[in-house]
C-alpha cells in the first residue's frame, strides 16, 4: 500500500476544466506479489469499506490503473483544515490522517505500508518531523515555494502511524490569497466514515447466533492461512457483501 498527500491546487471530479485549490489524497493497493490484478469490483468495494460518505467540499472517486487500485479523495474550502492548522502568527502547520491509513492497513493479512508522498505549497522555512528518507524543501516554483518528503521502508524510514503534523513553516500570502486558506485549528474529517468507529447491529437472532458463530471461526481460521493483500482484501469483501459493513469492522478486529 502506498499513499499520497498533496497540498495545492488539483482538477477535481466535476469542476473540469478548472484548477481549484484542494488537498488531495492518493491511496494505492497493489498486488504485484500474488500474480493477479485487482478488479474494478474489488477497488470499488474498498472505497464502499473505507472511503465512504459525502459532503460538499468532498468529492472521491477510484478505478483500476496500472493494475493497482487507487483511490483519490479530494478535500475543499474549510474542509482542508482537518490537514491544517495556521496561527495568527502566521505559523502553519500541516497533517494527513495517518492514524487511519495505518488502521486500514493492519486491518489486512499481510499489507506492506511501503511509502508515504508528502508535498505541500504556499509556505516557506518548510521543515519536516518524523525522519523521512528524503527531503526537498523550500523550492521556489513561479510566486510561491514547494516542499516534499517521503518515508519510504525500502529506504530506512518508519510510516508514521499518529496524526502529528508531518510538515510545518511559515504561511505565504500565495496560500491564503490564491488558495484561500484561512487562520484556524486543525478539525475533524468530514469524511470518510470510519468503519473502526462504527458500532454494528447485530444482523442475526439468539437463535442462529450459535451457529452464525460457528461458522464465523471457520471462515477466520480460512483467512489466517492466507498471504498478501488480495486474500486479505477477498475476505472483506466477501464480509461486506455477507454481512454489510458494520460487521465487517468486527471481522477486522478479531484478526488483532
Given amino acids: 500500500m502506498r ?7 488539483d482538477i477535481v471530479p466535476g469542476r473540469e476544466g478548472e484548477i481549484t485549490p484542494a488537498a488531495t489524497l ?6 504485484w506479489g500474488n500474480e493477479r490484478n485487482l478488479t474494478e469490483q474489488e477497488c470499488q468495494e474498498l472505497v464502499s469499506t473505507f472511503w465512504s460518505g459525502t459532503g460538499p467540499d468532498y468529492q472521491v472517486e477510484a478505478a483500476v490503473k496500472y493494475d493497482d487500485c487507487q483511490i483519490e479523495a479530494y478535500y475543499l474550502g474549510e474542509a482542508r483544515h482537518a490537514f491544517y492548522s495556521l496561527d495568527e502568527s502566521g505559523h502553519m502547520q500541516v497533517r494527513p490522517p495517518m492514524a487511519y491509513l495505518n ?13 508515504l508522498d508528502f508535498d505541500v505549497v504556499g509556505m516557506n ?3 519536516c518531523n518524523a525522519n523521512p528518507s528524503k527531503e526537498d ?4 516554483v513561479v510566486v510561491s515555494h514547494s ?3 517521503v518515508w519510504d521502508v525500502d529506504d530506512g524510514a518508519t510510516i508514521p502511524t499518529t496524526d502529528e503534523p508531518l510538515m510545518e513553516g511559515d504561511v505565504e500570502d500565495y496560500f491564503t490569497g490564491k488558495l484561500a486558506g484561512t487562520v484556524g485549528p486543525f478539525t475533524d474529517l468530514v469524511a470518510p466514515v ?3 468507529t462504527v458500532t454494528p447491529a447485530p444482523t442475526t437472532d439468539p437463535a442462529t447466533g450459535a451457529s452464525s458463530a460457528a461458522s464465523g471461526d471457520q471462515s477466520q481460521r480460512g483467512e489466517s492461512s492466507s498471504t498478501g493483500l488480495l486474500i486479505g482484501i477477498g475476505a472483506a469483501i466477501a464480509a461486506l457483501l455477507l454481512v454489510g459493513a458494520g460487521a465487517l469492522v468486527v471481522a ?5
Fill in 103 to 115: 488502521q486500514i492497513a493492519t486491518s489486512f493479512d499481510n499489507v506492506y505500508f511501503k511509502r
Fill in 252 to 256: 477486522l478486529r478479531r484478526r488483532h
Fill in 194 to 196: 470510519n468503519p473502526f
Fill in 147 to 149: 516542499s516534499s518528503c
Fill in 137 to 140: 524543501l523550500n523550492k521556489l
Fill in 125 to 127: 522555512n518548510a521543515y
Fill in 26 to 31: 492518493t491511496l494505492v493497493f497493489s498486488e
Fill in 3 to 9: 499513499a499520497r498527500f498533496e497540498f495545492g491546487e
